[in-house]
Nanobody, 126 residues
Framework: VQLQASGGGLVQAGGSLRLSCTAS????????MGWFRQAPGKEREFVAT????????YYADSVKGRFTISRDNAENTVSLQMNSLKPEDTAIYYC????????????????????WGQGTQVTVSS
């Protein structure tokens, strides 16, 4: 499975960006998908996750109410709509796929994910 993330960029505080991640392969609808981020000098942290069908979602407290994760299984894509961006959201954002989770599950811990994209830089200026 290959994951290709896109949509990062430079935005002012309060602005919005939409990240997308496209997966190869035919089993996408059976992957739990997640977004993580890593800021300079910090450890990677969980951002959001979505279940197979998209009915269950979970967010880090730091992004809850501002970010929305969604998926389109027909297009093999998962997206992260980021609104009301803050300078502390600046990081490299990674999409990831967990192919060992069951239907209805979500995955918060990074070690549960089996495949990772290359990352896309998001920079929020103050």
């Amino acid at each position: 499975v290959q994951l290709q993330a896109s949509g990062g960029g430079l935005v002012q505080a309060g602005g919005s960006l939409r990240l997308s991640c496209t997966a190869s392969g035919r089993a996408f609808s059976r992957y739990v998908m997640g977004w993580f981020r890593q800021a300079p000098g910090k450890e990677r942290e969980f951002v959001a996750t979505i279940s197979w069908s998209g009915t269950r979602k979970y967010y880090a407290d730091s992004v809850k109410g501002r970010f929305t994760i969604s998926r389109d299984n027909a297009e093999n894509t998962v997206s992260l709509q980021m609104n009301s961006l803050k300078p502390e959201d600046t990081a490299i954002y990674y999409c990831a796929a967990d192919d060992n989770a069951v239907s209805g599950a979500v995955s918060i811990e990074g070690h549960r994910y089996d495949y990772w994209g290359q990352g896309t830089q998001v920079t929020v200026s103050s």
